[in-house]
């Protein structure tokens, strides 16, 4: 429960939790005193309920599902994969720094996945034997070749645009 009791600077008090009275001041700015009811905690371990481990599991599959497919590919597959994922975090960046509409938890979602893809490109050079300054040497020399080019999102949206101006054109004809 949260009441609000305005008080003048001087008699403005402030509480704090585990006081006998039972409330506690979150606040106390220029005389505004705000309380808030205190309630007795349960212990976490006795609300979590054998349902609400089971999505954990779950979520434990289905990264498990996305590595085998990530290990299932070959390396030139991962490094195109990770090309366009770059592109799309481009992307997103434009779209955020334009105040356009977007999702903030896709930025989280592509660092890990090209941070998999990356890490899986690793585990097969040091299985090859390639020593970690060789293969930042690599790095450079890939990172050199790649031609720029757009993202799939971008290259989708440039189809459906051409495609409506297509439609348009037809009915104008």
């Known amino acids: 429960m949260l009441s609000l009791s305005i008080a003048t600077p001087g008699t403005a008090a402030i509480f704090r939790r585990g006081t006998a009275s039972g409330t ?3 606040s106390s ?3 505004v005193r705000i309380q808030q009811q205190v309630s007795a905690r349960v212990p976490a371990a006795a609300t979590i309920s054998s349902s ?3 999505p954990s599991v779950v979520m434990m599959s289905k990264r498990e599902a996305e590595l ?14 990770v090309v366009d994922l770059k592109g799309e975090l481009f992307m997103l960046r434009l779209q955020k720094s334009a105040r356009n509409e977007f999702k903030s938890s896709d930025f989280r979602r592509m660092k890990k996945q090209v941070a998999r893809m990356l890490t ?7 299985k090859e034997g390639i020593k970690k300054r060789l293969s930042r040497k690599l790095d450079r020399q890939w990172k050199k070749s790649i031609v720029p080019r757009p993202p799939p999102s971008l ?19």
């Open 68 to 81: 085998k497919e990530i290990r299932s590919k070959t390396t030139e597959q991962l490094q195109e994969e």
């Open 120 to 126: 899986v490109k690793r585990e097969r050079e040091i």
């Open 155 to 173: 290259k989708k949206l440039q189809e459906e645009e051409a495609a409506e101006e297509a439609a348009e054109a037809a009915k104008s004809a």
């Open 29 to 31: 700015f220029h005389g």
């Open 24 to 26: 506690s001041t979150s």
């Open 52 to 54: 609400s481990r089971k």
